[in-house]
């Protein structure tokens, strides 16, 4: 009888013989994908460069009345830019076509509050459209790029500044608290959210900046599937496994057949089906609002997102503590321990607690201020949807009392007749 070790000697041996004989077959075979990825990256990013953006300050009226509905609308309406712009191989292999990101901004100078929305040129009209549909007596100006007010060389002699990008606790499928769990659903009483960031920066004074950056690019429903076995699982019902590809569905078939060989047979507890019907009647009250919430997640449009926070001021007056506490205290007002929240990106959060402290927390500071005035997506961008983002970005309602938002103090004309519908 022929033994293992010769079987396998054997195999080796002309394994390698073919690959001797087509190596520039498999060469080809395994180069080519790594060869496509970095030409992919390298003609996005040179389309990228040649993007015209637009920077648009947003004022509306004082004492508004319009709540964060509104706002969800325009994300809606804005989803519907997703897959325009890509057509063909052409556009991905040769033009280096990318999907369309938007940076939503709240922006305070000395404690002067600012709204700005930055978008390429080619969906300026539907920005505006979209703002004028919702607040039609809003003024929106085009604006200098204000990032350029701190030099890319920070941390300097002047200049100092903390950032870092945030994440969310869970799965992007658990959703944050929206703007309709602000309101009492008794009086109708409602608590606008952005009154705490409004307030909290009226505190920061002199040669002190804070940034908030919300990057969203409209995407797919690919991330929904994800969240369907989330209920499924959590609601203990069989989940959906993607199709396998040839060789993982191979080799789990290989699994199987070892499995029936070198372990025992399965116990009659094993074989049991789970009990659908009995695990939803056994769930908590706290447990079916989790999948409750999840599920009206699932029915809105996604967008993927990347959250990033710079506070910059000079060495003089420099606080992080009391601008970070400010920021801060914003985000964690939308997070929720049965659902989601949102915490600071380890990677990105200009600390550093040993092995040279000072020289990677400089690191860090230019790398999160320079992905900041680039207005960077990262590609572990997390899913928020319309009413989140409306959640996180709107305009001062009446209940914001504060006076340092720039407002429009007389009612203005209709938008231009010439904007798309």
Same mark, same amino acid.
């Given at each position: ?73 325009? *994300?809606? &309406?804005?989803?519907?830019? =997703?897959?325009?712009? #890509? /057509?063909?191989?052409? %556009? !991905?292999?040769? +033009? ?12 305070? *100078?000395? &404690?002067?509050?600012?709204? =700005?929305?930055?978008? #390429? /040129?080619?969906?300026? %009209? !539907?920005?505006? +459209? ?292």
């Amino acid at each position: 009888m022929v033994s293992f070790s010769v079987i396998l000697d054997e195999s080796i041996k002309g394994a390698i013989s073919v690959y001797i004989e087509y190596w520039w077959f498999f060469t080809f075979y395994f180069l080519w994908p790594i060869f496509q990825g970095f030409w992919v990256i390298y003609v996005q990013e040179k389309y990228i460069r040649n993007l015209k953006w637009n920077i648009l300050e947003v004022k509306v009226p004082a004492g508004i009345e319009i709540r964060p509905k509104a706002m969800e609308e325009f *994300f809606s &309406g804005l989803a519907s830019v =997703y897959d325009v712009a #890509i /057509d063909t191989l052409y %556009d !991905i292999y040769l +033009s280096g076509v990318v999907d369309s990101w938007f940076s939503f901004e709240i922006v305070s *100078f000395e &404690g002067d509050v600012h709204f =700005y929305i930055r978008t #390429i /040129d080619m969906h300026r %009209d !539907i920005v505006e +459209s979209q703002i004028y549909a919702q607040y039609p007596d809003a003024e929106i100006n085009e604006v200098s790029e204000y990032v350029t007010s701190v030099p890319d060389d920070v941390p300097n002699d002047e200049y100092d500044i903390w950032g870092t990008d945030m994440k969310l606790a869970r799965d992007s499928a658990y959703p944050i608290r929206t703007w309709k769990e602000f309101e009492d659903q008794g009086s109708g009483e409602y608590i606008d959210p952005l009154g705490n960031i409004v307030e909290g920066v009226n505190k920061i004074g002199p040669d002190e900046q804070i940034w908030i950056q919300i990057l969203v690019r409209p995407t797919s429903d690919k991330w929904k599937e994800a969240g369907k076995n989330i209920v499924l699982k959590l609601a203990g019902r069989e989940v959906k496994e993607p199709a396998p590809g040839f060789l993982k569905d191979m080799l789990s078939e290989i699994g199987k057949v070892l499995s029936g060989m070198f372990s025992a047979s399965t116990s009659a507890a094993e074989e049991k089906k789970s009990d659908p019907l009995g695990m939803m009647m056994r769930l908590s009250s706290g447990e079916k609002a989790v999948i409750d919430a999840i599920d009206e997640k699932l029915m809105r449009p996604g967008f993927e997102t990347d959250i990033r926070y710079v506070y910059a001021a000079q060495r003089k007056v420099f606080n992080k503590g009391r601008a970070n506490s400010i920021f801060f205290s914003y985000f964690t007002q939308f997070g929720n321990d049965m659902i989601n929240s949102f915490r600071p990106d380890g990677r990105t959060k200009t600390s550093a607690y040993y092995f040279f402290p000072d020289y990677r927390k400089a690191i860090k500071k230019k790398s999160v201020l320079r992905r900041y005035k680039a207005r960077i997506l990262d590609v572990q961008s997390f899913i928020l949807t319309s009413d989140e983002l409306a959640t996180l970005f709107h305009f001062p309602t009446k209940e914001v009392r504060g006076s340092v938002v720039p407002k429009v103090e007389a009612k203005k004309g209709k938008p231009p007749s010439t904007l798309p519908i």
